[in-house]
């Protein structure tokens, strides 16, 4: 084989090398990105998650406030009732 012709035939070895190790530079990448964004993902979730706890104990907590001043209330109307009666 030629010298040239082995130049140009190492020469496009070398190129495909480089693309080769480019492409798997890209897929990781890739996969480092998604693994990231599931990460994030994860972290946001488990935030929604405390705060839908959160509101819900402040909704509990509000009715039975609302239970308990409709029965403060109920009581001074009958109080009220024997007064006028």
Do not use: W
């Amino acid at each position: 084989m030629p010298q040239k012709a082995q130049s140009i035939q190492t020469m496009i070895q070398g190129a495909q090398l480089v693309a080769l190790i480019l492409g798997i530079a890209a897929v990781m990448t890739t996969i480092g990105r998604r693994d990231a964004q599931i990460t994030r993902n994860i972290e946001d979730i488990s935030e929604l998650r405390n705060i839908s706890e959160d509101i819900l104990k402040a909704s509990i907590s509000s009715q039975f406030a609302d239970q308990y001043q409709n029965e403060q209330l109920q009581s001074l109307l009958i109080r009220i009732d024997k007064l006028e009666g």
